[in-house]
């Protein structure tokens, strides 16, 4: 029967990314069968932990993070947990051989996030991996199934691309992080008077985040590479988009992809993989 409570666990799993990001689990089921389920719950456990520290503000976010940490730890090594989205990660965490100083990294950034709201350089670069380049390397070690010599080669585009997408994230979100939350990600910026300079700066460190991830995608294994490009060009769509934008405006909105912007890009990255010219 521990088989069924393993199934039920990672449906718990794969709900949560379906509930939380429509975008990322479309981008999930164009991977290999054999890699969807592994990422989803990889999905789940960042995402409840991110969850926390973002909206749990009526409640004790401290205690509860730390409460989550230990649970987690609790169940990498115990190899079971009555949490399902835990349970399922653990599951993940042992199959694909994921380093447990990626969990670290992971909770290091989400406590971050519990008392800090301004980073300089090193900060912003630390949180930065815990928060987005280590859940690259989690999925890549999915990607790999166990290949140390691709996963070893891969991780600096696994990084990157992982980087490129936080920080598309932080350009998107800057009115809530910022009004909402009190957050300033980007060092060196007053978001009181955004420049365009302030901007332009920030464009370029992403764009050379998606180059880098571009050439690392190319060498995928055949299994991930066209969900992880989907993911890759709906980002990469959503950063152009905020790049036409003024300074003021992007504290004004919320940037999105409409649907039909989506099924476009879908459609389009379909046509390039039957023609393999990615």
């Given at each position: 029967?521990?088989?069924?409570?393993?199934?039920?666990?990672?449906?718990?799993?794969?709900?949560?990314?379906?509930?939380?990001?429509?975008?990322?689990?479309?981008?999930?089921?164009?991977?290999?069968?054999?890699?969807?389920?592994?990422?989803?719950?990889?999905?789940?456990?960042?995402?409840?932990?991110?969850?926390?520290?973002?909206s749990?503000?009526?409640?004790?976010?401290?205690?509860?993070?730390?409460?989550?940490?230990?649970?987690?730890y609790?169940?990498?090594?115990?190899?079971?947990?009555?949490?399902?989205?835990?349970?399922?990660?653990?599951?993940?965490?042992?199959?694909?051989?994921?380093?447990?100083?990626?969990?670290?990294?992971?909770?290091?950034?989400?406590?971050?996030?519990?008392?800090?709201?301004?980073?300089?350089?090193?900060?912003?670069?630390e949180?930065?991996?815990?928060?987005?380049?280590?859940?690259?390397?989690?999925?890549?070690?999915?990607?790999?199934?166990?290949?140390?010599?691709?996963?070893?080669?891969?991780?600096?585009?696994?990084?990157?691309?992982?980087a490129?997408?936080?920080?598309?994230?932080?350009?998107?979100?800057?009115?809530?992080?910022?009004?909402?939350?009190?957050?300033?990600?980007?060092?060196?910026?007053?978001?009181?008077?955004f420049?365009?300079?302030?901007?332009?700066?920030?464009?370029?460190?992403?764009q050379?985040?998606?180059?880098?991830?571009?050439?690392?995608i190319?060498?995928?294994?055949?299994?991930?590479?066209?969900?992880?490009?989907?993911?890759?060009?709906?980002?990469?769509?959503?950063?152009?988009?905020?790049?036409?934008?003024?300074?003021?405006?992007?504290?004004?909105?919320?940037?999105?992809?409409?649907?039909?912007?989506?099924?476009?890009?879908?459609?389009?990255?379909?046509?390039?993989?039957?023609?393999?010219?990615?």
């Amino acid at each position: 029967m521990i088989n069924l409570f393993h199934e039920v666990s990672e449906h718990c799993s794969r709900i949560t990314t379906e509930q939380y990001s429509t975008s990322f689990s479309s981008s999930i089921r164009l991977l290999h069968k054999d890699m969807r389920q592994p990422i989803f719950n990889i999905y789940g456990f960042v995402r409840f932990a991110d969850e926390i520290v973002d909206s749990f503000h009526e409640y004790p976010k401290e205690a509860l993070l730390k409460e989550f940490k230990a649970a987690a730890y609790r169940a990498i090594d115990d190899k079971i947990s009555i949490n399902p989205i835990l349970h399922s990660f653990q599951l993940t965490f042992h199959k694909y051989g994921i380093d447990k100083q990626l969990v670290a990294a992971f909770f290091n950034s989400m406590e971050m996030d519990l008392n800090k709201n301004n980073y300089d350089k090193l900060g912003y670069d630390e949180y930065i991996y815990g928060s987005a380049e280590v859940v690259g390397l989690m999925c890549l070690s999915v990607f790999c199934e166990g290949n140390i010599s691709n996963y070893e080669n891969l991780k600096p585009f696994a990084r990157s691309l992982g980087a490129a997408f936080q920080k598309v994230n932080f350009l998107r979100d800057l009115k809530a992080d910022f009004e909402g939350l009190s957050r300033v990600y980007f060092p060196g910026c007053d978001f009181k008077n955004f420049t365009e300079a302030d901007k332009r700066n920030i464009e370029s460190d992403i764009q050379n985040d998606f180059n880098h991830a571009y050439q690392g995608i190319l060498q995928l294994p055949i299994k991930a590479r066209f969900g992880v490009y989907v993911a890759y060009k709906y980002y990469l769509s959503l950063f152009n988009k905020i790049k036409k934008l003024a300074p003021q405006n992007i504290m004004e909105e919320r940037i999105r992809i409409p649907d039909y912007g989506k099924i476009y890009i879908l459609a389009k990255a379909g046509i390039r993989s039957t023609l393999n010219i990615f």
